[in-house]
T-cell receptor, first 110, second 114 residues
């Protein structure tokens, strides 16, 4: 079992729709969870971080965490073509030891 | 946010030569930096954890004699790919933590070995 699992996609949504990205992790002791966006050939950039169960909203982005189910998701509302990228889920196992999922490729069609 | 600078952004080298990649934290001190490798259409894979003033910790399957890591100061870590081969061609990314959890990434280095 991979430590962090994501559907590789591609996930395609029309402009203005909600994009839903999912991630599961294996280490039940993980405490910190992150979503990174990576454009092709570029370094990842942090989109959201979440540390406690529930929802965390930042603009068009909402991260959801359910530690009991070992599940974290990212919702992108009003998706824009500029949101087209690979989204990486990252889980911090212990202090500073971060593991990444394989990433989900999102395409937002105009 | 914190800034991590990585240099060079891209490099082409001949097979058998060595290449050094630098990773600097510009506005904070990083006792720990991380080196990742990313092959096309794959996720980041942790290669090693670089600790200031001590030996790096390598992930299983990563050759420490091939990928030399030096973390001589609180703001600089270097990765040297020795005797590079075409299969070492990849995107190498460093990251550093400015606080307890949040990681900041360098711009990445595209290495092509011909």
């Amino acid at each position: 079992q991979k430590e962090v699992e994501q559907n590789s996609g591609p996930l395609s949504v029309p402009e203005g729709a909600i994009a839903s990205l999912n991630c599961t992790y294996s280490d039940r002791g993980s405490q910190s969870f992150f979503w990174y966006r990576q454009y092709s050939g570029k370094s990842p950039e942090l989109i959201m971080s979440i540390y406690s169960n529930g929802d965390k909203e930042d603009g068009r982005f909402t991260a959801q965490l359910n530690k009991a189910s070992q599940y974290v998701s990212l919702l992108i509302r009003d998706s824009q073509p500029s949101d087209s990228a690979t989204y990486l889920c990252a889980v911090e196992k212990n202090n500073n030891d971060m593991r990444f999922g394989a990433g989900t490729r999102l395409t937002v069609k105009p | 946010g914190a800034v991590v600078s990585q240099h060079p952004s891209w490099v082409i080298c001949k097979s058998g030569t060595s290449v050094k990649i630098e990773c600097r934290s510009l506005d904070f001190q990083a006792t720990t930096m991380f080196w990742y490798r990313q092959f096309p259409k794959q996720s980041l894979m942790l290669m090693a954890t670089s600790n200031e003033g001590s030996k790096a910790t390598y992930e299983q399957g990563v050759e420490k004699d091939k990928f030399l890591i030096n973390h001589a100061s609180l703001t600089l870590s270097t990765l040297t790919v020795t005797s590079a081969h075409p299969e070492d061609s990849s995107f190498y990314i460093c990251s550093a933590n400015s606080g307890p959890t949040e990681a900041f990434f360098g711009q990445g280095t595209r290495l092509t070995v011909v």
